[in-house]
């Protein structure tokens, strides 16, 4: 079945310092790949997606791109702030469009 | 702001008593999910609605019910709480015809059982 796979956690940055939390995937035919944040005590907000092989999500300084020959939409920015501190989780939308998450990555960010 | 909106935000309840989580929506979105994440895991689908068609998944036990009783609410019932339904409830929509795998969620309750 369909099935996401994240980096294991937790990340802890110095504020400025560039983020990369690899992401890869699993699934039959071509999903859209979702990358969701969720900051403490609070639900998933959509950060930014793909739809298909090639495109870019950005938000927020936040970059992922949709890679289908390593199976991969690893996300990047360039320099975190201490505000970005949240657990991140990749997604795709697999049958029936339903969302199948990974494990979630938790970020740390020191001032 | 259309939003998506849980009551309460947080819920004690005693083992084996009934409970009910709600989640309203002014998004005018035709599809609603409950996902139950417990602490440190990835949110797991629990069911969902399209429109008023119920969908619920093979894993989830049969202590979980569902109502929606028109387009914006929908309740989560779990008819006797054990110590390991204790987890955070999300509601979440999306709408059909636009980008269905889109999904927005809202803030979630915070089960907790006594």
């Known amino acids: 079945g369909d099935s996401v796979t994240q980096m294991e956690g937790p990340v802890t940055l110095s504020e400025e310092a560039f983020l990369t939390i690899n992401c890869t995937y699993t699934?039959?035919?071509?999903?859209?790949l979702f990358w969701y944040v969720q900051y403490p005590g609070e639900g998933l907000q959509l950060l930014l997606k793909?739809?298909?092989?090639?495109d870019k999500g950005s938000n927020k300084g936040f970059e992922a791109t949709y890679r289908k020959e390593t199976t991969s939409f690893h996300l990047e920015k360039g320099s975190v702030q201490v505000s970005d501190s949240a657990v991140y989780f990749c997604a795709l939308s697999g049958y029936g469009n339903k969302l199948v998450f990974g494990a979630g990555t938790i970020l740390r960010v020191k001032s | 702001d259309a939003m998506v909106i849980q009551n309460p935000r947080y819920q004690v309840t005693q083992f084996g008593k009934p409970v009910t989580l709600s989640c309203s929506q002014t998004l005018n979105h035709n599809v609603m999910y409950w996902y139950q994440q417990k602490s440190s895991q990835a949110p797991k689908l629990l069911f969902h609605y399209y429109d008023k068609d119920f969908n619920n998944e093979a894993d989830t036990p049969d202590n979980f019910q569902s109502r929606r009783p028109n387009t914006s609410f929908c309740f989560l019932d779990i008819r006797s709480p054990g110590l390991g339904d204790a987890a955070m409830y999300l509601c979440?929509?999306?709408?059909?015809?636009?980008?269905?795998?889109?999904?927005?969620f809202g803030p979630g309750t915070r089960l907790t059982v006594l």
């Open positions: 699934a039959t035919g071509y999903p859209s």
């Open positions: 793909a739809t298909k092989a090639d």
């Open positions: 979440a929509t999306s709408r059909e015809n636009m980008d269905p795998a889109l999904q927005y």
